[in-house]
């Protein structure tokens, strides 16, 4: 227990570190990145690299090495060489909980650094062969592997924003597109001798959020749909919504177990800020939900959202989750007032 405990608390001081990049990337030199970077053993074979934009999850063992979230492309030299360190053993997964650039600019490098289990690899003859297939059970959708390299997987939500589904010009290049997706609730995987559950989270912080649960390390990635240095970002021009967002956390909350005394036990690797357990979760949840209450009442008394914005709904949770500067309180206000009020209109009452 009390290494668990222990685990929790040096999670916490990551909140100074990990950075804030909100839906856009920020770049930094080389020497920045080593100043702040951290590696840090979450539990089992789960690790955190934190510290050069959203929260980068690795799994790494004697099957080699998967990633979730890649983080900028700036900083995917750095990021490799600690992966590079945690296994000789080649990176074979990427997975991607969203299309916020700062959790896939990396896929490329990420990817080409890699192995998947379909490469053709040459035998001791010289002839070509295959080092035998891996695959996730459960889910659907689908692709080949790609020919080399990891392979990246995500919700075909993912897919839609990153590519060119109407033909216009894709927001990023190719070589960052996941190469495999799904379409229903959840994918599995099986790799390092452990089960891996892909949970789609829809219209959360955005269509397409992913839940990472690695089953046997008893540790979630939580991606955007959970970030403790910050209100909550429900992302509306992406398909984010107050609801989807509440139900993500809750479904966060079902999964996780404590130790004891609601501390310890399954561990949260949010997509920004501290390693949490289920009690940091369970508050996070309460304020958006209070929150979430306070408006509908402001809405249902016809308040503008200039007036919400001067009545500060927030005020008392502003202290710990309002130092965000990237997605300030103003913006979350904003998009939490949009989205209720779009809802009443739709629906005709309140929900």
């Not at 890649?70 to 296994?87: D, F, M, P, Y």
């Not at 695959?135 to 080949?144: E, F, Q, T, V, Y």
């Not at 955007?224 to 992406?238: A, E, Q, S, W």
């Not at 404590?258 to 561990?267: A, H, I, K, S």
Request: aromatic share 6%; hydrophobic share 40%.
């Amino acid at each position: 227990m009390y290494r668990l405990l222990a685990s929790v608390a040096i999670g916490g001081a990551l909140a100074a570190i990990t950075a804030s990049s909100g839906f856009a990337e920020r770049q930094a030199g080389p020497a920045q990145m080593a100043a702040r970077l951290e590696v840090l053993r979450v539990a089992g074979d789960v690790y955190l690299l934190a510290g050069t934009g959203a929260n980068v999850v690795v799994q790494a063992a004697e099957e080699g090495a998967l990633i979730v979230d890649t983080s900028t492309e700036a900083a995917s030299e750095q990021l490799i060489a600690e992966v590079r360190k945690l296994t000789s053993k080649p990176i074979r997964y990427v997975i991607n909980t969203n299309a916020d650039p700062d959790h896939i600019r990396g896929n490329e490098r990420f990817a080409a650094a890699g192995l998947n289990f379909a490469t053709p690899v040459p035998n001791l003859a010289g002839v070509g062969g295959r080092e035998g297939g891996r695959g996730g059970g459960g889910g659907g959708g689908g692709g080949a592997p790609r020919p080399t390299g990891a392979q990246i997987y995500a919700h075909e939500e993912v897919m839609q924003r990153l590519s060119a589904p109407t033909g216009q010009a894709a927001p990023v290049p190719f070589a960052l597109w996941p190469t495999d997706t799904f379409f229903t609730p959840k994918k599995t995987l099986s790799f390092n001798g452990e089960a891996i559950e892909l949970l789609h989270m829809p219209a959360a912080h955005s269509d397409g959020d992913l839940l990472v649960w690695f089953r046997r390390s008893d540790v979630i990635a939580a991606g955007d749909v959970y970030t403790p240095d910050r209100f909550p970002m429900i992302d509306l021009t992406r398909g984010g919504s107050v609801q989807g967002m509440l139900d993500a956390l809750n479904r966060i909350i079902d999964i996780t177990v404590p130790r004891f005394n609601q501390q310890g036990g399954t561990l949260v690797i949010p997509g920004h800020g501290r390693i949490s357990n289920e009690s940091d979760v369970v508050e996070y949840r309460d304020m958006t939900t209070i929150v979430r209450d306070r408006i509908q009442r402001m809405i249902d008394q016809k308040m503008t959202l200039e007036q919400v914005r001067a009545a500060n709904p927030v005020l008392d949770y502003e202290g710990v989750y309002g130092r965000n500067t990237t997605w300030t309180t103003s913006m979350f206000v904003e998009a939490m007032y949009r989205d209720l009020s779009n809802r009443n209109r739709s629906t005709g009452s309140r929900r």
